[in-house]
Structures are given as structure tokens and as C-alpha cells.
């Protein structure tokens, strides 16, 4: 098989891992030195998709054939679709050719599992060394790790990698069991602690062997199973908390060539996913825990407006809050007010007092943030017991575009 | 007299530095000051130059850092502009963080669009390789902007050092030929090569990975706008990917779902079975406490953090539970906790090796807060449900003392709350087993004073050198 039809399929398997970035591990260049490439901190996306995600990497598997048969999975083992293999001079080559094309700032590289989770482990590992060693290459690597691979195999992975990665796939340990039988969350959550662990180690003591200073990070499949936004999010918490993850990717459950009868199609949950997105903001960023955000609520964020909205909705009491004089911790929790909106508040504030127009001037959506807040030259009226508040500050509904008229 | 400054290109900042330096120094207002470019003088403003003088001018990094990155912006107001916002920090000198100041948000934009356009140049350049003369060369055409060319390129020649490129543009081209980075005229988009055999590769990438039961157009064209797309290789095909996508989901949708394939993948290597261990062991115990499911502590955890230590250890401490470090290990005492116990193990001279170190609470009880866990103190129920477990470990390994370390394991071994201040360093006896109550080493590290941290480590150790005689005496 050549290799552009080898790329197709084994790219078009890659594609529903929806990670792609390029950033936060360590900045080195190739100045002085043999060999090629840089990172120099801030990710690059070379290109954009028409489902308008970025392109950074080049994400492939090394093969497509696998013995498990998960059936969320356009590559489960009794999936009819075409099978490829890369071999790994061929994946290293194209890596470079690539690059010094300027397409890509490396290489996401996971794998279908062959033979043993070692087995697969060591051909992953050994794309990523030969990159290294025998090329020079300084750009970005992802690797996805298997769980429980031996602990030589993680060790060499997280030498040359920036940032590893497993897949908790399911946001409850049930459903891994019913549609991902060979999987096991047990064995995912111990390989994430060993890799925060080492990642730590790494990061303290600069002895220390070298361990994905881009740290690690998962996914979630979202709307395959009957996990509410409140499971998910406590999931991601917990995943948070536990392993030090740079990221929790949402990935909407989306229609599959060849898709296992168990799951029926429909058009994937692209805006349920922004919302969770919003919401794990909030999570981390703004101060708010997964009781607050969904305390009175039966468990899924709203649609139609994001979940800060929602939560200041359902907690009037709290507003109207006064610009000039709220605390930090405050400001974040008003509506339309993003990290840099405050930041920039809580400097300029200081200097003199804020006008409702100067928020303008800093971008903020007015008509959202304006029933919550108070400036000298405004006061918003009757904000606690106006029934039609939601409908007045909910921003213009974002089209979906629908691909399935008929489908929920 | 109005002053007419004449900068020598578009990307002069030195000259704007120099002349605004002087003007503020000469205390020419900003509205007397008309600024143009060498090739294009205005030619309405009298021409009175750069004023003589000399005296001291500080102006602080930061605008030095905002102005280097506005001047690049095509905006021909710029140097007034910055001209303007140098003036008002004399008299206002915390201006620049006021971003709702009309000027400062004004500059604040034009320098985040200058490094925006850098940024999309490091991502939308494409090279296309010339092979000539056995040597390999890369050449790019590339639309900025702003006139941001020189400052994009530095990138370029810190990640491929050893390669022989060059980035051309309508003002200005950069080369580097292995070791220096140079600039000379502007070309056209025909001195650069037509096309790349690797093209097509790519194409075949772009269109693969692309998802298109995921339509999002409007993302897209935010990211990459239209006036990108005439310089990238893959661009050519979005239009028909976008137009064919609704119809490869339907047909994905409606292609329902064909037989399983039969010829499953090869079958995985199994690992061989588990030799099966002896009825009664410590290893056998082990595994069969990795599945426990007495109380809901599991699920959160990361996994069962079992005991440790020679199946016939003469002594057995028990903890409370193990904590975040213990939890990602899988293994006792490896935390701060146990490292300070470590040492008072030895301070003690009592051989670590030949003891066996175990939890009351064989799971990690905590609550996520943001990046960290915050530990929670188990619960009577917790306790009991776990108690098995610490039961059956001491029945095998029949030790000649146990050391409860805190009251969640007194509690555990005494089946009641017992409290820590009343029986510490006394030997209890339990049925046919012999206890010792101490505190948790974690209560060491608590201790805020340094003094009566010292004292209650020497404490420590002294009740561990009680338990040493005790064991001497019971042998």
C-alpha cells in the first residue's frame, strides 16, 4: 500500500481523539545544534478543519487493527473498516518531511492494540526514539500510552515525549465495562497516577530523568452513554485533583463509518460539549465547585445559555455587585466577565473609577453583565423578581447547524 | 512650528525612538508633530525635523514593549499614536493600565493584532523544496499584514538552523543561508516554486483527519480567514469538504450497521495465567483486597493500597490510610508521613526491613479541590468495613507487636474509639495480640512550633524504642 493511502486511513482512525495541542512543555530550539525544530512554549495550529478544529500535529495511529472491541470505536475489532500499518521508518519520515514543510509541530502517535499492550507500547516508543536520537528532531511529541505497559516502556516514553496521554473513554467506570469490556479503569487510573508521579519527580529535581514536561492529559466520550453533565464534570474533578491533567478532553459521540448496532447514530452533542467546556472553566479558573454549579438542577447544564449565566440566574440574591469595590473572587462570578475582563477591572479600578461605558472598552458584553452589576453611572432595576431576565441576557442563540433535521 | 518627522521604512522603531525622545524632551505637544516615511513625505506639513537637545528621559520597559510591537502595525496613525501615549505618561504615568483609556486599549489592540500576525506567519508559512546542485532549499511566499516579515522570521532560523531557506513577501524577504538571517527586497509570489510533490500527501492528511459529522464552519474561518487560504496547499479542497460533509454523515447514519466482521483482529497475546498462589498467603490476600468493594471509598480512589513488609515481621504498624502520595504509588507509608517515619524508624534502631507497615483504611478518602485532594478522616463505617482485611493480615503474620499509629488505628484494633492522649506508650494487650498506641507521624508534621516539633519527634521515637524492648523482652 503507498504510504498517502496508508495516511488516509490511518489518519481518518486518529480523528476522533480531539486533542491536538502543542503547548506548555519545555521551550528548546535547534540553534548551535544537528537536527531540527523548536518549541518555544505557545502551541501552533497550522491549520484548521472545516469542523473547525485545530491541526498542530499529525495525528495517526501506527495501526488501525486492534484486538479490543470497543464499540464506541470506528477501529474495534469487528468493525469493517480498511485496515494499514505504518511501519515505523515510514511514520518517521513523513514526520520530518512534514515539518520542515512547516505543516505540523509534530507528532500525535497512538496505536491500535497488536499482540500486548507491551508489544504495541514498544513500536509507539520506538518511533518516538528514533525522532530523537537518530534525527535531532526538537519538535512536539505526544504519545499515548498503554495502560499498564511495562515500567521500562513508560520510563523511555516519557524521556522523549512532551506530554503522554490514556483515554479514561467513559465518564463512568459501568459504561467502560459495557462498551469497552477489554478495558480497564482501574488499570487507566494506576497508569495516570505512575505518569503524575514521575511527572512531578521530573519537574522538582532536575536530576531527575526527563518525564513529558507537556504533562498528561485525557478524554471523555460524551452523549454514548446515559452520564448526566453533573457525572461527568464530578468525573473530571476527581481526574483533575488525582493526576495533575493539563486537560479533560470532551469529545461529542459522533456518527462512525460501520457503527456497532448498540449505538445508534444521531448527530453529535456539539453544543452540550461546549457547555461542558464551560463549565470545566469554571471548575478550574473562576472558583466555582461541581455542587454550586449544578445545586438545583437535574444535572445537565442548559443549552441555551453557558453555566455561568445559569448559576448567576439561579442565585440572584448575590448581584447586583458593585464593579468598583467587589472583591476578586466576585467579579469572576458575574456574567460576561472573563479572567482578563477582571484582571484589567481590578488595574484600571485603581486608577479611577469604572463607567458602565468603560466596560464597553474592555469588550465586555454589555446587555449579560449590565442586570448584574453596579457602576456610579448605573444601577440595574428589579433584578430579583423580573420572571423574564433569562430571555433579556441570554446572548443571540448560537446556530447549531443541524444535520439531522429529524433526529432529537 | 509643527515638526515633520520623516522615518526611514515602515518598521523604523530606533528613528521613532530617537525623534519622540527628543520631541518629549523639547516639550513639542503631540499635536505639533506630523509623522511620515522616507518614500511618502507628507507633504503638507512643514518640515522643521527632529529638534536639538539633551537631558534625561526614562520611560519604562513596558510601553518600550507595547511600542516595539505597535510600530509594525499597518495603521499609519501609529507613530502619533504612540507618540501621544508617550507624552500623557509623563503626567500620567500609570496610563498603560488603564485599558479603558481610549489610546491605551487603541495601542493595546494594534500591538495584539502585530502579534497575532506573527504568530498566524509561524503557522500559515508553507515552504516548498527546490532541489538543486545536491543541495536541498526551501522558499515560501507569505502575505503579512502588518509588517511583521522581519520580526516572524527570527522564528524560522531558530527551528531549522540547518536548513537552507527563505520566506518572500511583496516589502521584504528574509533568507538564511545555514548561519545568518538576511533581509533584502520584496518579490512576487511568482519567484517563489509553483508547487511541492509532498503536497498532495498533505492534502490527503487534511482531508482524513477532518470530521465531517462536526460541520463548524463559522470556527474555522475565525481561525484561519479567507485571506489566508490562497498561500496554503490544503485550501484547495475545504469548499467541497464542506459541501460533500452532510452528505457523508447521512450516509454514515444511514449505512446502518453491516454484519461484524468475523475475522476478528489476531487475538492478544494473553499474559500468562497467575500462578495460583497458596491458600492463606499474604500475596493471596493482596489480590483479593485489589477488588474490595466493602464501602464506596474505591471508586474514587485510584486503587486498594496494601500492607508491606516480610510475612513474618516481628512488628506490624498500622495507619490511618493512605494518603495522595500513597494512593498514586500504590504502596504504604511513601509520602511525606512515612518518609518522617522512616527516619524515626531508624533514629529508633528499629530495621525497617524486618516490619511490616499497614493502613486501617486500605483506600485514599478525599475531597478534589482544583489541582490538589484534600484528605478526609474516614469514617466509623469506613472503618469497619476495612477492618477485614487489617484482621486477617495480622492473623498471618502473627506478629509479636502491633504499633496503632493515631486513633483510626486504635480504633480499628480496639473495635472502639480509644483516645491517643490517655494510652499512648502503654502496651495493651487485644485478645492473644499484644498493642502499642502512638500518635500518626502526620501529627508530627502539623506541629507548628519548631521546638515542640522537635519534642514530640523525640516522643515519637521513644515510643518506638518502647516498642523495640518490648519486643526483645517477648523474644
Same mark, same amino acid.
Given at each position: ?139 512536539? =511529541? ?21 506530554? @503522554? ?22 488499570? =487507566? ?9 514521575? =511527572? ?63 449505538? #445508534? ?55 447586583? @455587585? ?23 477591572? @481590578?488595574?484600571?479600578?485603581? =486608577? ?18 449590565? #442586570? ?7 444601577? #440595574? ?15 443571540? #442563540? ?11 | ?42 507633504? /503638507? ?17 513596558? /510601553? ?268 504504604? /507509608? ?29 483506600? /485514599? ?111
Amino acid at each position: 500500500m503507498e504510504i498517502g493511502a496508508k495516511l488516509a486511513i490511518l489518519a481518518d482512525a486518529a480523528k476522533y481523539d480531539a486533542s491536538c495541542a502543542s503547548s506548555g512543555t519545555d521551550q528548546r530550539d535547534s540553534r548551535g545544534k544537528a537536527g531540527l525544530g523548536s518549541t518555544e512554549g505557545m502551541g501552533i495550529c497550522h491549520s484548521y478543519a472545516p469542523d473547525g478544529r485545530c491541526i498542530s500535529l499529525l495525528k495517526v495511529l501506527l495501526t488501525n487493527a486492534c484486538a479490543y472491541d470497543c464499540l464506541y470505536c470506528v477501529n474495534r475489532a469487528s468493525s469493517n473498516v480498511p485496515r494499514a500499518r505504518f511501519t515505523i521508518a515510514e511514520i518517521v519520515t513523513l514526520t520530518l518531511d512534514f515539518y520542515k514543510r512547516n505543516y505540523i509541530e509534530g507528532l500525535f502517535l497512538s496505536s491500535g492494540i497488536i499482540r500486548s499492550p507491551d508489544y504495541t507500547m514498544e513500536q509507539i516508543v520506538e518511533v518516538a526514539r528514533q525522532l530523537r536520537l537518530q534525527h535531532g528532531f526538537r519538535g512536539y =511529541i505526544h504519545l499515548k500510552t498503554i495502560p499498564d505497559a511495562d515500567e521500562r516502556l513508560m520510563a523511555e516514553a516519557g524521556k522523549y515525549a512532551d506530554r @503522554l496521554s490514556i483515554n479514561i473513554e467513559l465518564p463512568s467506570e459501568t459504561s467502560v465495562q459495557k462498551f469497552a469490556p477489554e478495558k480497564d479503569v482501574r488499570a =487507566i487510573r494506576r497508569s495516570m497516577g505512575r505518569m503524575r508521579l514521575k =511527572i512531578e519527580e521530573a519537574g522538582a529535581d532536575r536530576k531527575a530523568p526527563r518525564f513529558a514536561p507537556g504533562g498528561q492529559s485525557t478524554q471523555m466520550i460524551i452523549g454514548a452513554d446515559a452520564a448526566t453533565d453533573a457525572d461527568i464534570l464530578t468525573t473530571s474533578a476527581n481526574l483533575y485533583g488525582s493526576y495533575g491533567l493539563k486537560r479533560v478532553y470532551y469529545s461529542a459521540f459522533s456518527p462512525i463509518p460501520d457503527a456497532s448496532s448498540v449505538l #445508534p447514530a444521531f448527530a453529535p452533542p456539539l453544543v452540550r460539549e461546549h457547555r461542558l467546556y464551560q463549565g470545566d472553566w469554571l471548575l478550574r479558573f473562576y472558583g466555582f465547585d461541581t455542587e454550586e454549579v449544578f445545586a438545583g438542577t437535574d444535572g445537565m447544564l442548559p443549552l441555551d445559555m453557558d453555566p455561568k449565566l445559569a448559576w448567576a440566574l439561579r442565585n440572584r440574591d448575590r448581584f447586583p @455587585l458593585d464593579v468598583n469595590t467587589a472583591a476578586r473572587e466576585e467579579l469572576l462570578r458575574v456574567p460576561g466577565f472573563g479572567l482578563k475582563t477582571v484582571e484589567r477591572i @481590578l488595574s484600571a479600578r485603581s =486608577i479611577r473609577a469604572m463607567r458602565a461605558d468603560d466596560l464597553k472598552r474592555l469588550h465586555v458584553p454589555l446587555k449579560t453583565a449590565l #442586570p448584574f452589576i453596579v457602576t456610579p453611572d448605573h444601577r #440595574p432595576t428589579q433584578l430579583a423578581d423580573r420572571n423574564d431576565l433569562a430571555t433579556l441576557v441570554k446572548q443571540a #442563540p448560537s446556530v447549531q447547524l443541524s444535520l439531522f433535521p429529524n433526529a432529537a | 512650528m509643527p515638526h515633520n518627522i520623516v522615518l526611514s521604512g515602515q518598521t523604523d522603531f530606533d528613528g521613532w525612538r530617537t525623534a519622540a525622545r527628543q520631541l518629549c524632551i523639547a516639550g513639542i505637544p503631540p499635536r505639533d508633530v506630523a509623522w511620515s516615511l522616507h518614500d511618502m513625505p507628507d507633504l /503638507f506639513a512643514a518640515s522643521s525635523g527632529v529638534p536639538e537637545g539633551s537631558g534625561a528621559f526614562n520611560v519604562s520597559r513596558r /510601553f518600550v514593549d507595547l511600542a516595539s510591537d505597535v510600530i509594525l502595525h499597518s495603521d499609519p496613525e501609529r507613530f502619533a499614536l504612540l507618540y501621544r501615549l508617550l507624552w500623557r505618561l509623563r503626567a500620567e504615568p500609570l496610563l498603560l493600565d488603564l485599558m479603558t483609556d481610549r489610546d491605551v486599549s487603541r495601542a493595546a489592540d494594534m500591538a495584539k493584532n502585530v502579534r497575532r500576525d506573527i504568530h498566524k506567519m509561524h503557522a500559515f508559512v508553507r515552504f516548498r523544496k527546490i532541489d538543486g546542485g545536491g543541495e536541498e532549499r526551501f522558499v515560501a511566499w507569505f502575505e503579512p499584514e502588518h509588517h511583521t516579515l522581519e520580526a516572524g522570521a527570527a522564528f524560522f532560523a531558530r527551528r531549522f538552523p540547518n536548513m537552507m531557506w527563505s520566506i518572500l513577501s511583496p516589502r521584504v524577504s528574509a533568507h538564511w543561508d545555514g548561519s545568518e538571517l538576511t533581509f533584502d527586497d520584496g518579490a512576487g509570489r511568482q519567484d517563489a516554486p509553483d508547487g511541492d510533490a509532498l503536497e498532495d500527501v498533505w492534502r490527503t492528511y487534511y482531508a482524513a483527519i477532518f470530521n465531517p459529522a462536526r460541520l463548524k464552519v463559522s470556527a474555522m474561518m475565525s481561525e484561519m480567514p479567507r485571506k489566508y487560504w490562497r498561500n496554503l496547499p490544503e485550501a484547495e479542497l475545504i469548499d467541497s469538504l464542506v459541501a460533500n460533509a452532510r452528505k457523508r454523515t447521512e450516509a454514515m447514519v444511514a449505512h446502518g450497521v453491516k454484519a461484524p466482521k468475523v475475522n476478528r483482529q489476531r487475538e492478544i497475546e494473553q499474559a500468562p495465567p497467575l500462578v495460583p498462589e497458596t491458600a492463606g498467603t499474604l500475596a493471596e490476600l493482596r489480590s483479593e483486597a485489589r477488588g474490595c468493594r466493602a464501602c464506596p471509598l474505591w471508586k474514587p480512589a485510584t486503587q486498594t493500597v496494601f500492607g508491606e513488609g516480610p510475612a513474618n515481621a516481628d512488628i506490624v504498624f498500622v495507619g490511618e490510610q493512605p494518603g495522595d502520595k500513597e494512593d498514586l504509588a500504590g504502596r504504604p /507509608f511513601v509520602g511525606p508521613a512515612g518518609q518522617l517515619f522512616d527516619r524515626a524508624l531508624a533514629d529508633a534502631e528499629l530495621d525497617r526491613t524486618r516490619t511490616y507497615v499497614t493502613n486501617a483504611v486500605k483506600h /485514599f478518602k478525599f475531597t478534589p479541590r482544583g489541582k490538589i485532594r484534600l484528605h478526609q478522616k474516614p469514617n466509623t463505617t469506613e472503618i469497619r468495613a476495612c477492618h477485614q482485611w487489617l484482621e486477617r493480615e495480622i492473623a498471618l503474620i502473627k506478629p509479636k507487636l502491633i504499633v496503632a499509629l493515631g486513633a483510626t488505628a486504635a480504633q480499628s484494633l480496639f473495635g472502639r474509639a480509644m483516645p491517643i492522649g490517655k494510652n499512648r506508650g502503654k502496651v495493651l494487650d487485644v485478645g492473644d495480640a499484644r498493642v502499642l498506641v502512638t500518635v500518626h507521624p502526620s501529627y508530627l508534621l502539623r506541629v507548628p512550633e519548631e521546638d515542640r516539633k522537635r519534642e514530640e519527634y523525640a516522643r515519637f521515637v521513644d515510643d518506638l524504642r518502647l516498642a523495640r524492648k518490648t519486643l526483645k523482652e517477648a523474644a
